[in-house]
T-cell receptor, first 114, second 114 residues
Framework: AQSVTQPDIHITVSEGASLELRCNYS??????LFWYVQSPGQGLQLLLK??????LVQGIKGFEAEFKRSQSSFNLRKPSVHWSDAAEYFC????????????FGKGTHLIIQP | DAGVIQSPRHEVTEMGQEVTLRCKPI?????LFWYRQTMMRGLELLIY????????DSGMPEDRFSAKMPNASFSTLKIQPSEPRDSAVYFC????????????FGEGSWLTVV
């Protein structure tokens, strides 16, 4: 069975600083990996996804993530955060060759300091 | 295009009452998912359908929960009888095909059982 670990429950970053959110997955085959963002009271919005090919993927809102098979990681990065980036961020893996539902990590709550 | 539409957005009900949550997936999407989100357990996949057929309901917590998808444009999640521990946000999501594409989420149904 697949699983996702997001080791940081909360992260505080100053506005304008760089950001890295960690994600580790467990899955026996090639994973389909996703990052979603959730603002308070809202649904989940897809930031980016990795299926195959280039291991550095670009997403919306200036986010990127890098797939590292050797480390079973898919960390999310942004070079300069904005106050509007404050939200909950979820990493997810999809098994079954992409045919299953998503298994989510517990999420990382991002706080932006002025 | 309209996204995934869920109703009701908010519901408060008394313990023992029947609750029905409704979902209209994105037109043309063949897979539909029901998730539950709580502080303690995070995002859990309850059940998903491909082409209106339930594929995996192993996440349904107990017999009080049931889900149906009578046609490609409508699904329900029913809880009967409801209990306070069912209080959560229930998300419906859909995907274009069974394999490997993005899963789009609705804005959720916020359920409180008192």
């Amino acid at each position: 069975a697949q699983s996702v670990t997001q080791p940081d429950i909360h992260i505080t970053v100053s506005e304008g600083a760089s950001l890295e959110l960690r994600c580790n997955y467990s899955y026996g085959a090639t994973p389909y990996l996703f990052w979603y963002v959730q603002s308070p009271g809202q649904g989940l919005q897809l930031l980016l996804k990795y299926f195959s090919g280039d291991t550095l993927v670009q997403g919306i809102k200036g986010f990127e993530a890098e797939f590292k098979r050797s480390q079973s990681s898919f960390n999310l990065r942004k070079p300069s955060v904005h106050w509007s980036d404050a939200a909950e961020y979820f990493c997810a893996v999809c098994g079954g060759g992409g045919a299953d539902g998503l298994t989510f990590g517990k999420g990382t709550h991002l706080i932006i300091q002025p | 295009d309209a996204g995934v539409i869920q109703s009701p957005r908010h519901e408060v009900t008394e313990m023992g009452q029947e609750v029905t949550l409704r979902c209209k997936p994105i037109s043309g999407h063949n897979s539909l998912f029901w998730y539950r989100q709580t502080m303690m357990r995070g995002l859990e996949l309850l059940i998903y359908f491909n082409n209106n057929v339930p594929i995996d309901d192993s996440g349904m917590p107990e017999d009080r929960f049931s889900a149906k998808m009578p046609n490609a444009s409508f699904s329900t999640l029913k809880i009967q009888p409801s209990e306070p521990r069912d209080s959560a946000v229930y998300f419906c999501a859909s995907r274009t095909s069974p394999s490997g594409n993005t899963i789009y989420f609705g804005e959720g149904s916020w359920l409180t059982v008192v």
